[in-house]
C-alpha cells in the first residue's frame, strides 16, 4: 500500500478515460489553483471509451499524479480479455465495452502496460488529524459499483475501511455520503459527463482550513467536441460519443433504480466540511 502525507489543497478526481481534452483541461485547472502534481490524485481508469489510450497514460505520467489502479489498468497492464468492469454479459455496457477495449488494447505501449502493473491498489492518505483510504470501486474489490443510495453498502466498506474519509471512483458519479464519523467522496471522472444531462464532467478539491477540511465538487468544460471527432475518426461506439454532447450515458444498466430516476437531472453538489 502507498501512502502520502498532505498539507495543502488536493484535487481529486475520476476517470480520464482516454479522454485527452478532459485531462488537459483539468491539468490546467490545477495549475490555475496552483495545485502541484504531488497533491493531485487519480482513483483510476486513465484508459477507456474515448480515443487517446495512449496519450492520457504518457499525459499522466507527465504529469506526475498520484493513481490508484482501476479495473482497467488491471485488465489492461496483465492483457486480460476484458476491461473488468463488473458489469453482466450481455447487457448494452457490457457489448459498449468490447469495442473501446479491443481498440485501446491495441494503442498501449509494454511500457503503458508496466505502468499499469505497478500501480497501488490502494493510497493512504493522510491530512494530521485525518486519515483517508484511496481505492478505485470498493475496499476490497477493484471493480465495486458503489452508489449514492446504497447506505448500507457504504457503511460496510467504511467499516471495512477503518479511516476517516474513503476517497473512491468507478461508478462516474460524484458523490459525498457521511455514514457515523466517516465520510464516502467519490469525485465522479473526468471523462465522461454525470449522466446529468449536462456535457461538463466532475472533478474535487479538498482543502484543510481552521475547520478541518472544506470539500467541493466542480464541474469541468472542455473541448469535448474534439473528443468526440477522434472518437469518430477511429470508428468508435456512437453511444460513448453521443453522450459526450448529451451528459447521457448510453445505457443505465448498473445504475440502481434511484440513480436511474436522477436521469438528465443537474447535480446539485454542495461544498462541506469535515471537521476533527
Known amino acids: 500500500m502507498s501512502s502520502i502525507n498532505l498539507t495543502g489543497p488536493m484535487l481529486f478526481f475520476g476517470g480520464p478515460y482516454s479522454n485527452l481534452e478532459a485531462l488537459r483541461a483539468l491539468r490546467d485547472v490545477a495549475d490555475m489553483r496552483g495545485i502541484a502534481a504531488d497533491h493531485c490524485l487519480c482513483s483510476g481508469d486513465v484508459v477507456a471509451y474515448c480515443a487517446d489510450a495512449q496519450a492520457c497514460v504518457d499525459e499522466i505520467c507527465d504529469w506526475g499524479v498520484h493513481v490508484v489502479m482501476g479495473n482497467c489498468e488491471e485488465s489492461l497492464g496483465q492483457g486480460q480479455e476484458d476491461c473488468g468492469c463488473g ?163 448510453p445505457s443505465l444498466d448498473v445504475l440502481p433504480q434511484v440513480e436511474k430516476m436522477k436521469t438528465d437531472q443537474g447535480l446539485s453538489l454542495k461544498r462541506f466540511n469535515i471537521n476533527p
Open 87 to 249: 458489469f453482466e454479459e450481455g447487457t448494452a455496457c457490457d457489448v459498449l465495452s468490447k469495442q473501446w477495449f479491443t481498440y485501446a488494447n491495441a494503442q498501449l505501449t509494454e511500457d503503458a502496460r508496466a505502468w499499469m502493473r505497478n500501480l497501488p491498489r490502494s493510497i493512504t492518505v493522510r491530512y494530521t488529524p485525518f486519515k483517508m483510504l484511496a481505492v478505485h470501486g470498493g475496499v476490497e474489490e477493484i471493480n465495486k459499483f458503489i452508489f449514492e443510495s446504497q447506505k448500507a453498502e457504504i457503511a460496510q466498506e467504511l467499516e471495512k475501511a477503518d479511516v476517516d474519509v474513503v476517497l473512491a471512483g468507478h461508478c462516474g458519479l460524484p458523490f459525498s455520503k457521511k455514514v457515523g464519523d466517516q465520510y464516502w467522496i467519490n469525485a465522479g471522472v473526468i471523462g465522461m459527463p454525470a449522466n446529468d444531462g449536462q456535457p461538463h464532467t466532475w472533478y474535487c478539491v479538498i482543502t484543510p482550513d481552521e475547520n478541518g477540511l472544506e470539500v467541493g465538487f466542480y464541474p469541468l468544460s472542455y473541448d469535448y467536441q474534439t473528443t468526440q471527432f477522434k472518437m469518430a475518426t477511429k470508428g468508435l461506439a456512437t453511444g460513448y460519443r453521443d453522450a459526450l454532447a448529451t451528459g447521457l450515458w
